[in-house]
């Protein structure tokens, strides 16, 4: 399993950005699909994004038009760029990873799961 150490969350004004980032350790990170999944309070885990080993992503249509998601292989990293946050978007943000091939959205596939960071859009 990998291990997963996310960072870079905040408070931030609707019509702001963050960008998240996801640490992974392990040797074999670039054969992960990782993704980054939300859950805010009293709801289950949503699927926002997800990257391939062949960097092929696939975002959810809540956050298609205004977040990226992105891989360096050679630091272990995972990015989340989020544009024109609004406050639905609050929630805690995890990094995930997964031994899939393919990019896949759901949470019991993916394997390792980082801490979580918070994120909170005010009005």
């Known amino acids: 399993q990998v291990q997963l150490v996310e960072s870079g969350g905040g408070l931030v004004q609707a019509g702001g950005s963050l960008r998240l980032s996801c640490a992974a350790s392990?040797?074999?990170?670039?054969?992960?699909?990782m993704g980054w999944f939300r859950q805010a309070p009293g709801k289950e885990h949503e699927f926002v994004a997800a990257?391939?080993?062949?960097?092929?992503?696939y975002l959810a249509d809540s956050v298609k038009d205004r977040f990226t998601i992105s891989r360096d292989n050679a630091k272990n990293m995972v990015y989340l760029q989020m544009n024109s946050l609004k406050p639905e978007d609050t929630a805690v943000y995890y990094c995930?990873?997964?031994?899939?091939?393919?990019?896949?959205?759901?949470?019991?596939?993916?394997?390792?799961w980082g801490q979580g960071t918070q994120v909170t859009v005010s009005s």
């Open positions: 990257i391939n080993r062949s960097g092929y992503t």
């Open positions: 392990g040797r074999t990170f670039r054969t992960y699909t």
């Open positions: 995930a990873a997964s031994s899939l091939v393919g990019v896949t959205t759901t949470p019991p596939t993916y394997n390792s």
